[in-house]
């Protein structure tokens, strides 16, 4: 089987395909294309050897939905809801990201007041009809509708995530009165309470349809025109991957996938080298993304945004990200302050030394001239760069303002830079009760491993961890996934015995609905595998916390003693005596797919891969010290050797830092010991 993992990025397409018979791997990179996704996956597949037609696996993350949501680049949405509360989405929970910044307005709400429009009806929180629906209200709505033009419509009515009646039959009139227009129920896309997190999640589902739908479509048919015969699948946030059928209903899954693709191959490289414990540390051409892996499993989270004050309530991996990539930006703000980030180059123009137009400093022009990267070997040589663009963008724009030379400017980037990517891995280290030292950290992405042993050692990581292919990892990762679907279920009741029976029958309703999906999709049921969770929180607590349980319920006073030692956990703290509230219900299915079993490298020494030295710039060494330099394809298994050291690769380079030592693993990995 030939199998082949792509990663959209912000500036680049990585690829990466495989082929079991043989064993062979083979790894291509190419510029994205922001205006059309589609077009930057067929270059990067057809600079590959492997012909598309001969591909059997094709799965992509992607970073459609992600930037359409920052740019704003959606269609005009509307909104239908009960009467009373229309306001709801752009009231949000009334909170700001920085409650001390009274400068800052929260995002503007992604549908207008004038585009969300009310109808009479009413449902109270046990399901039962209060006010019936109204519909010459409804057909009205969608008389509106059309006539400004608004194709996508997201309904959100009060309490149908108990009862979605109403919703279906809004649903149905505007199918009859505006058959062209997409349609998205809230009682379908999130059967939760909390009307905020339940409307703005309905909404930015609603809104990225239209987007993914033609993009996903695209690619499937050129694809298609060129021999590919099987599903396309796409990652998704919650760590598995959908086919486009299932996407084209549940666009806003797939809004976070290529940083999720990247926490799941982060996962796989840590129980490579045998921890359970790690960081995935993904540094590309705009960000940082930061994930935790602890006991083997990755962390989640059950709500996340793109801009603050409009949650997506979907599963994700549990993702921090800074705007600190390779082609953020270095500026001096009002004050004479030196910032880095977050604002980006990105992939057009790109960093100074691309020589694409590029004029402003960026991590990528400090690394050049502190001789971290050669960029006459960016891609393995096959991109134009050089130094002089690099050092005249920081001379001008920060040694001169600051009164530096262009060395101690280059250096300070790189100061301040390693300084937020340290408060990143805090952000899902120490922030929730978890000691970075019992950790490694996988650095991944295409300056991950340049930066990763610097901020490993300011957080007194012990190992840092790079896996062969560090550029490509993200798309290395969407091999490793299964097909993917889960729901989750508002249930609300004390965690009794009493309530075994109601709370496992909510648990097979929910399951029933999971295994129809993955049928639909042609799972078999001997690949399908089940998970169980049930929210849980002390009554009078705001905020759950999920504990895993399985069909048959045997016991609820057992989860409810998990529920006590996750609470213990997380907040070092638990009250036996309290009462226990459960909040709701999820259910998770997994359709398996195959998995590739890569090679192992042979064995080999240390002086078959040295390549001479250069002068190389370390801040904790007082200057340019003589550094070895070493090819990694060359490195074989069991070679050893200390820094300071570069090694050197197509998709990536690995600074060593003076004093730390390094250990090349059977599978391939590199392993830093800090």
Known sequence: MTRAGIDIGGTFTDLIIFDEETGCIEITKTPSTPDNSAEGVINGLTKAETAISDLDFFSHGSTVGTNALIERDLPRTGLITTEGFRDVHEIRDATKEDVWDAYTDVADPYVTRRDRLEVTERIDYNGEVVAPLDEDDVREVVQVFKKRGIDTIAISLINAYVNGDHERRVQEIVEEEHPDAFVCCSHEILPEMFEHERTSTTIVNAALVPVVREYLTDLADQLESRGYENDVLAMHSGGGVMTTEAIAYYAARIANSGPTAGAIAGQYIAEQCGFDNAIGF????????????????????????????????????DIKTIGAGGGSIAWIDEGGSLRVGPRSQGADPGPACYMRGGD?????DANVLLGWVDPDKFLGGEMDATAGPSREVIERDIAEPLDLDATEAASAIEQIAIANMCNAVRLVSTSKGYDPRDFAIVAFGGAGPMHAAHVAREMNIPN????????INSALGCLLVDVEHDLSKTFVANATEEIADD???ALAEVESEILERLR?????DDQIRLEHEVKMRYAGQWRSLAVPCSLPIESVDEIRERFHEEHERVYAYSDRDATVEIYGIRVTGRGLVEKPSFPEIESGSVDDAHLGTRAVYFEDAGGFVETDLYQREQLGAGATFSGPAIVEQMDSTVVVPPEASVEVEQTGNLIIEI
């Not at 639909?520 to 078999?524: D, G, H, L, T, W």
């Open 464 to 471: 840092v961890i790079v896996p062969p292919y560090p550029g």
């Open 360 to 364: 402003k400093p960026t991590i990528t």
């Open 520 to 524: 639909a999709e042609e799972i078999e």
């Open 282 to 317: 993904d540094m590309g051409g705009t960000s940082v993304d930061v994930s935790l892996t602890y006991g083997g499993d990755i962390e989640m989270t059950d709500e996340w945004a793109v801009e603050y004050g409009y949650p997506i309530m979907f599963p994700s991996t």
């Open 503 to 505: 709370l496992e029958a």
